[in-house]
């Protein structure tokens, strides 16, 4: 059972879906249902689905000089992020290695909201506020429902009016089924999807009546582990499961840099102002790895940790992996020799007493040109 220290009011609900309530994030998540994780795969990919990602963590930092304080915390120029729009960001130390991801949604001219998973920019952000003229919240009530897939926006839309014309990473203030919410064009699955931040309160009223309503459109409950399927596909990392904290380096401590994960993209141009910036610069072309797609012969999916080798010489270790109900093909993320970071290197993953032959593959295997999430209208 868990040791979580956090909560979800919609316990009782996962719970009645099969889920034994798993520890992430000092949250009891549903990492798993009763029902078949494959298919919560396909659900989201063709119809919809419902995800409770409450165990995100929510800070408020409010005042002003909460911009500047992020701005230098994280990896994006801010100053153009106006209010109604967000970001997706990192966050290095002072050795220019990732730390924490996170999105940053700015909510007025002196107040933003950052979601972040199990990194430390929290306690970075609280070392930040000292002394400044800005205030910090961790919120625990705001409940984070995710609804994702193609019909996600179909749905909304007879409850929230002009939702097909938000934007991809940009948010609303409004209400849904009588209840106030944040709705942002944000996810974590590759397809059109939207959060939808409410009151614990109104948590289970929404989660249900979401379920209910949308039924007839194929909108399905979807467990947390449905997302190592989906992100497998759509190159969307998860700290610390694809970095060094899982899978230790044997002469360097701990710690990626953004050139190695392929999240370099996340500085804003002309940036050179934020925590470990002179380092971040410093160690490009200066690669150990980098992450890198397989994809592997038949219908069996690698084991995490699994090591990929070409001959007798280990080239890399398979950090996640899965086996796509739609197309059948077994795909895997990987942190490999950088100079097995190119496709078409024929390569064999040892996943236990299996070797599974393969092909490097670039990334990300589903919709490269990220067109499905980023539609307009």
């Not at 990194?119 to 994702?148: C, I, K, P, T, W």
């Amino acid at each position: 059972m868990t040791t979580s220290w956090r909560s979800s009011i919609l316990a009782d609900r996962h719970r009645a879906l099969g889920s034994g309530l798993e520890d992430w994030n000092g949250m009891a998540t549903a990492w798993s249902y009763s029902t078949d994780v494959r298919d919560h795969h396909v659900a989201v990919r063709t119809k919809a689905g419902l995800m409770d990602v409450s165990g995100l963590k929510k800070v408020h930092l409010v005042g002003p000089h909460s911009t500047a304080i992020l701005d230098y915390a994280t990896s994006r120029n801010l100053q153009k992020v106006t209010p109604g729009r967000s970001v997706y960001a990192t966050a290095l130390n002072d050795s220019g290695k990732f730390i924490d991801d996170c999105v940053l949604y700015r909510t007025g001219p002196n107040s933003w909201m950052v979601v972040h998973g199990a990194g430390s920019l929290h306690e970075m952000l609280s070392q930040a506020v000292v002394g400044r003229n800005a205030v910090m919240l961790f919120d625990d009530d705001l409940h984070d429902l995710s609804l994702q897939g193609p019909v996600a926006v179909d749905f909304l839309e007879r409850h929230v009016p002009n939702i097909r014309q938000l934007n991809y990473f940009h948010h609303m203030q409004t209400t849904l089924f009588g209840a106030p919410v944040m709705i942002s064009r944000t996810g974590y699955t590759g397809e059109r999807g939207y959060e939808i931040f409410c009151k614990g309160v109104d948590a289970p009223l929404i989660w249900d009546s979401i379920l209910e309503d949308g039924k007839s459109d194929g909108i399905v409950p979807v467990c947390f582990t449905a997302l190592d399927l989906l992100r497998v596909e759509s190159y969307l990392l998860f700290y610390p499961y694809d970095n060094s904290e899982m899978y230790p380096f044997e002469q360097d401590l701990a710690g990626d840099t953004l050139w190695e994960l392929g999240l370099n993209f996340t500085v804003s141009p002309g940036k050179t102002h934020f925590r470990g910036a002179p380092a971040h610069f410093a160690l490009k072309g200066k690669e150990r790895f980098r992450i890198f797609g397989l994809l592997l012969d038949g219908d069996v999916a690698a084991r995490e940790g699994a090591a990929v080798y070409d001959g007798e010489s280990k080239v890399g270790v398979v950090t996640c992996a899965m086996v796509s109900k739609l197309t059948g093909k077994s795909m895997a993320l990987a942190r490999m020799d950088v100079p097995y970071a190119t496709a078409g290197k024929r390569i064999v993953v040892r996943s236990g007493d299996v070797e599974l032959p393969g092909v490097t593959h670039t990334l990300p295997f589903d919709d490269p040109e990220k067109k499905k999430r980023t539609v307009k209208g």
